[in-house]
């Protein structure tokens, strides 16, 4: 099993950036492929980002692949997203989500572990 645990939400203002961390526990995830989604009040869960077991290749919506920055340390057992030039569209819970397998994957049902979430908020 493993336990995902995202930080770094908040409010922003339209313009500004954030950082998401997602921290893994119960096993490594230097194995694991992993990714960021998100969910808009009303909305159904999205995909954001994708990063495969090393780092080595990444994968973007194409509303974000501009402004986030997927990425991840796998000798902290964590997963970043760093968001730039943020959007009042961006607003939304965001989560990180953890796969079986090595390779990538953009839906969401294809991964096996989820955190609970951390908000985002932007303001225009």
């Known amino acids: 099993q493993v336990q995902l645990v995202e930080s770094g939400g908040g409010l922003v203002q339209a313009g500004g950036s954030l950082r998401l961390s997602c921290a893994a526990s119960g096993r490594t995830i230097s194995t694991s492929a992993m990714g960021w989604f998100r969910q808009a009040p009303g909305k159904e869960r999205e995909f954001v980002a994708t990063?495969?077991?090393?780092?080595?290749?990444?994968y973007y919506r194409d509303s974000v692949k501009d402004r986030v920055t997927i990425s991840r340390d796998n000798a902290k057992n964590t997963v970043y997203l760093q968001m730039n030039s943020l959007k009042p569209e961006d607003t939304a819970d965001y989560y990180c989500?953890?796969?079986?397998?090595?390779?990538?994957?953009?839906?969401?049902?294809?991964?096996?572990?989820w955190g609970q979430g951390t908000q985002v908020t932007v303001s225009s």
């Open positions: 990063i495969s077991w090393n780092g080595g290749t990444t």
């Open positions: 989500a953890a796969r079986s397998s090595w390779t990538m994957a953009q839906n969401a049902y294809e991964y096996d572990y």
